[in-house]
């Protein structure tokens, strides 16, 4: 949702707030975009979509690690049987376990991270034609986000987070619901 506002774009809001007040034909509004997302349809869907998913990644995980541990107790219960070389040889079997383990996790970390993106883009695109859209129709310069640090306080009557999420709404049912994988 940091879309709306990045972190290092403080310095240009307040150029632009001064040359806003400099300016009268200049107008700024803003959306609480979590409260969007939170009531978009197609979020929710995407947010579903994505739960299930971490589900399945997780267990992934978890049966990597429980295998792994499961290895390593076995070790441990029968290193003081083992010869020097044969216990170095399984030391060694462990630790390329454990790395490939480490490695399949991440794999399966970074899939999971693909996965919220590729939810979340189509959600995250439509919000912001919806908010794009509004600020041409009513002529609005710049559109802030209250949802990160950057408003203190704010006239209620440029907030255009209902209008969002109204259009947003209006547009779920033409919206696909996202693939499962």
Do not use: C, W
């Amino acid at each position: 949702m940091n879309r709306f506002l990045s972190g290092g774009a403080a310095a240009l809001i307040a150029l632009v707030v001064g040359s806003a007040a400099a300016s009268a034909q200049t107008k700024i509004g803003y959306v609480n975009s979590q409260k969007v997302l939170a009531e978009a349809p197609a979020a929710q869907t995407a947010q579903h979509a994505l739960e299930a998913d971490m589900t399945r990644y997780r267990a992934q995980i978890d049966s990597i690690e429980k295998s792994f541990e499961a290895q390593r107790t076995a070790f441990e219960g029968q290193q003081a049987t083992l010869s020097a070389t044969v216990k170095a040889q399984r030391q060694a079997d462990l630790q390329t376990r454990y790395a490939a383990a480490q490695t399949r996790v991440q794999q399966i970390q970074e899939t999971a991270q693909r996965r919220q993106a590729e939810l979340v883009e189509p959600v995250m695109k439509r919000i912001n034609e919806i908010i794009e859209a509004l600020r041409k129709e009513q002529n609005i310069g710049l559109v802030l986000d209250a949802s990160s640090a950057g408003i203190l306080a704010a006239d209620p009557a440029l907030d255009l987070t209902d209008q969002v999420i109204a259009r947003v709404k209006a547009a779920a049912p033409a919206a696909a619901a996202p693939a499962s994988h």
